[in-house]
């Protein structure tokens, strides 16, 4: 006898075509004999606040006010438990878990567990400035004695301005070229994503670990757990 489906709510909008790259993802990955149960909340943001956000870590306590509204939504839907496919806003998982009455499954934990699992001594991190300033995966990758290696300053407002392109729809053929030159630079082979939005130009494989195709493969088998 098949187990039943859980059902999954997801926290998104950060971006929308990420988010919906994700629900179509997690479609592919988990459908069986059957669809499964998704709830979808997508956060109305403010594009201005979200580049601000997303380089110097302004409006804080508007995005969090944000996440906490759309956690307390889709735990109403009866969610088993949330997902945010969004690695910057991650910095207020403790007090989103506070507000939400599901469990919420926490993104830079599960990437931080496929680095161990493949054995990494040593990776370079691509994210915003926010999520390198908070230092997510910094502390996480630091218990396990792996090294996490960052563009320098300069390259980083660079990458900052890639990923609001992303955001935006905004694309080019120099981005993937930049990416390329930025991990040379970094000397570290093992590359981690960690913003789901890069995933748009960098495909995962063994020497890169997207982060967003990590928690679609974790959330597909919480499904059915």
Request: net charge positive.
């Amino acid at each position: 006898m098949e187990k039943s489906m859980k059902r999954v709510g997801i926290l998104g909008g950060l971006g929308p075509e990420t988010t919906a790259e994700f629900y179509l993802d997690l479609i592919r990955l988990s459908s069986r004999k059957r669809r499964p149960d998704v709830g979808i909340e997508s956060l109305p943001l403010d594009l201005q606040k979200e580049s601000e956000y997303i380089s110097l870590g302004s409006h804080r306590r508007h995005y969090l006010r944000l996440l906490r509204r759309g956690a307390c939504r889709l735990t109403r839907t009866e969610c088993d438990f949330i997902v945010i496919p969004c690695n910057t806003v991650h910095e207020f998982y403790p007090q989103i878990v506070q507000s939400a009455g599901a469990p919420i499954v926490n993104l830079i934990d599960v990437v931080a567990k496929e680095v161990e699992k493949r054995g990494w001594q040593q990776v370079t991190l691509l994210a915003t400035s926010r999520t390198i300033q908070t230092r997510l995966y910094q502390k996480v990758l630091a218990r396990a004695k792996i090294e996490v290696r960052v563009p320098c300053q300069q390259d980083q407002v660079v990458l900052d301005q890639l990923i609001q392109g992303l955001v935006g729809d905004n694309r080019d053929d120099k981005q993937q070229q930049f990416l390329e030159q930025l991990i040379a630079k970094a000397g570290a082979k093992n590359i981690v994503l960690g913003c789901t939005d890069l995933q748009l130009l960098f495909p995962a494989s063994s020497m890169v670990i997207d982060s967003m195709a990590a928690l679609v493969e974790y959330t597909a088998r919480l499904l059915y757990k």
